[in-house]
């Protein structure tokens, strides 16, 4: 399962940005799909996760009431709409979903990334 991201640049202090992740491949089901980002020198943290059928959201502490995350289940996408973006929340942002793929006649798990979208806060 192939994941694309989209929707990252550079923003003012206060800003908003939405990022975009779309699945594509033999996805038999999506259990779960989450946002991670990474700044330079840190560890890759958790920002938000949602569960695919409850819609179940959980969020970092650092984002909560400022981010929000959604998804589209018809469309295989979830998103990640951020606003009042701050210089700390700069960084690599990376989506991750996870699920089960048909894979040679049968269906077995997947756990995919994308290939990451860089935030940049800056006046």
């Known amino acids: 399962v192939q994941l694309v991201e989209s929707g990252g640049g550079l923003v003012q202090p206060g800003g908003s940005l939405r990022l975009s992740c779309e699945a594509s491949?033999?996805?038999?089901?999506?259990?779960?799909m989450g946002w991670y980002r990474q700044a330079p020198g840190k560890q890759r943290e958790l920002v938000a996760t949602?569960?695919?059928?409850?819609?179940?959201?959980n969020y970092a502490d650092s984002v909560k009431g400022r981010f929000t995350i959604s998804r589209d289940n018809a469309k295989n996408t979830v998103y990640l709409q951020m606003n009042s973006l701050k210089p700390e929340d700069a960084a690599v942002y990376y989506c991750?979903?996870?699920?089960?793929?048909?894979?040679?006649?049968?269906?077995?798990?997947?756990?995919?990334w994308g290939q990451g979208t860089q935030v940049t806060v800056s006046s």
């Open positions: 949602i569960t695919s059928i409850s819609g179940r959201t």
């Open positions: 991750n979903i996870r699920g089960e793929e048909y894979y040679g006649g049968r269906i077995g798990p997947f756990d995919s």
């Open positions: 491949g033999n996805i038999f089901s999506i259990n779960i």
